[in-house]
């Protein structure tokens, strides 16, 4: 269980977090809609611990990762993973490199079963015998999938998501909702996905939280969301160039 | 008045928070060094991009500068008579100062460079976060390789500066001024003491340290996309040129009452 309390990030005079408080449960899908910018992935951020917040907590499974060393910090990362926006591949390693860098750094597992691993994640995100290629020979959406390869490869008890199905065609990107609703149902994983994508926001969430001005404003099931009273929800779901949110109120 | 004071005061706060955290770096990598596991591989990789694949340059550095040495030299002694002192004044020169320098400014700009402009891109590509959220540390996984590379690569090369600047000095010497081939060499490995020898080294091995934290530094604090990349890259060799002159200075200063 994720539990965030009162957190609060400034960046200089800008504050994007505001004393937001959010608990996500064991085992299911929490997607935090908002606008661009808004400091969905800085909250991401704060969950893994890659943000230090000027207050607040974020407990993880009764641990305040705030307040840990390092060492502690990276036992903690390691039940963790994360699918970040531009898929953040190294470069200087192939594919096989990058989706088994979790194994080969922190295990004693054999190579030979490593390869099969990776061989197995990749094939989950539609992409096969690509082990040798470089990140660079990888088109935009390629290399996204390669990252979520990434992500899973290690069998995390939490995935966070960082606008998965951004740049994506169509296709692609429900198949990657499909896949979140999988490893979900099946292996029973927290996610957390921040998109500003509804169509992919109804379809995988447990629950939905709309990120604005630095708090969570509302949160609730897609069919709560869907029917909210809200307007600042309203405009944003239905994606309304006039309204609250636009008009500053 | 009131709008300067706040500018020097933000200047100073910035100043003194570069170099804390620079030394933080320093200090972390320093005990990152002593933690399995080690990644030998990356760093013979690094070895080889940032020692041999150097030696062209520092050649042709190395090579011209004691040539140009020479024939200065030449210039002014000759109106004494003493074109003969070439050979020492040569080989004090690039042994004890231009060759530790010299061979520092070149890393700085070919190697400092490149790892600002990597770690950078790695940075505003979160290829670093993800790095951390694989529980690998970066100082660890990054700079830790490239500080053992530097600082056994640079001396190696200065010492190889050192030799091919002699070099240098002897073509002018035997084949423009006519000093003897023998009386060159004899004069030059009469001329030149351990202390020398050392103490460029001991120079170039801390101008190492200065290149690799400088250069990793910027390259961590790099924003804003390709924009932030170059002008963390330009601020890396800028300054590390800064600190390798600042830092020769001051061991030379050092030396020059230590070992007199």
Do not use: W
Not at chain 1, 28 to 37: A, D, F, K, L, P
Not at chain 1, 178 to 191: A, E, F, P, R, V
Not at chain 2, 90 to 97: M, T
């Amino acid at each position: 269980m994720i539990e965030i309390i009162n957190l609060s990030k400034s960046f200089g005079d800008n504050k994007v977090l505001d004393n937001l408080n959010l608990n996500v449960n064991s085992g299911e899908v929490m997607v935090i809609i908002g606008r661009s910018g808004c400091g969905k992935s800085v909250l991401l951020k704060h969950m893994i611990g890659l943000l230090t917040p000027d207050f607040g907590q974020v407990i993880i499974d009764d641990t305040d990762i705030t307040k840990i060393e390092a060492k502690e910090l990276d036992a903690i990362r390691l039940s963790f993973s994360m699918l970040f926006q531009g898929a953040a591949l190294f470069d200087s390693m192939t594919v096989y490199e990058n989706v088994g860098f979790a194994l080969l750094e922190h295990t004693d597992i054999k190579e030979v079963l490593i390869k099969e691993k990776v061989a197995k994640s990749l094939k989950m995100v539609g992409l096969e015998g690509i082990e040798n290629l470089m990140p660079s020979e990888l088109s935009g959406g390629m290399k996204k999938r390669v990252g979520l390869a990434r992500a899973i490869c290690d069998d995390p008890k939490i995935i966070l998501y960082d606008e998965p199905t951004t740049g994506l065609d169509p296709i692609m990107a429900d198949a990657i909702n499909d896949m979140i609703i999988d490893l979900n149902h099946k292996l029973k994983m927290t996610s957390v996905v921040v998109t500003h994508d509804m169509t992919s926001a109804y379809k995988v969430a447990t629950r939905i939280a709309m990120l604005y001005n630095g708090s969570i404003i509302e949160v609730g099931t897609p069919d709560e969301i869907r029917n909210t009273k809200d307007p600042l929800v309203k405009q944003f779901i239905t994606g309304a160039a006039k309204g609250p949110i636009t008009e500053g109120k | 008045m009131k709008n300067l004071i706040k500018r020097l005061g933000e200047s100073s706060l910035n100043f003194f928070i570069y170099i804390g955290g620079a030394f933080h770096l320093f200090v972390g990598t320093l005990a990152q060094i002593f933690i399995p596991p080690f990644r030998r591989k990356e760093l013979f990789v690094q070895m080889f991009k940032i020692g041999v694949m150097s030696l062209p340059i520092v050649f042709l550095v190395s090579l011209f500068t004691g040539m140009v040495l020479a024939l200065q030299s030449a210039y002014q002694l000759t109106k004494m008579n003493a074109q003969i002192y070439v050979s020492s004044l040569v080989a004090l020169s690039v042994v004890r100062e231009l060759g530790p320098v010299l061979t520092a400014l070149v890393i700085a700009g070919r190697v400092g460079a490149s790892i600002t402009a990597e770690l950078g891109t790695m940075k505003v590509t979160e290829q670093i976060d993800a790095l951390e959220t694989l529980a690998a540390n970066p100082v660890k996984y990054l700079v830790v390789p490239r500080f053992i590379a530097l600082c056994v690569m640079l001396p190696l090369l200065t010492i190889y500066a050192d030799f091919i600047g002699i070099i240098g000095g002897y073509i002018i010497g035997v084949y423009k001024l006519l000093i003897g081939s023998t009386v060159y060499l004899q004069l030059t490995y009469d001329s030149l003491v351990f202390k020398d020898i050392f103490t460029g080294l001991l120079k170039s091995f801390v101008f190492a340290i200065i290149i690799c934290i400088v250069s990793c530094y910027e390259g961590f604090r790099a924003e804003g996309g390709a924009e932030g990349v170059g002008k963390a890259t330009t601020f890396s060799v800028v300054t590390s040129f800064i600190l390798i002159i600042a830092a020769d200075c001051l061991f030379t200063a050092l030396f020059y009452f230590v070992f007199p």
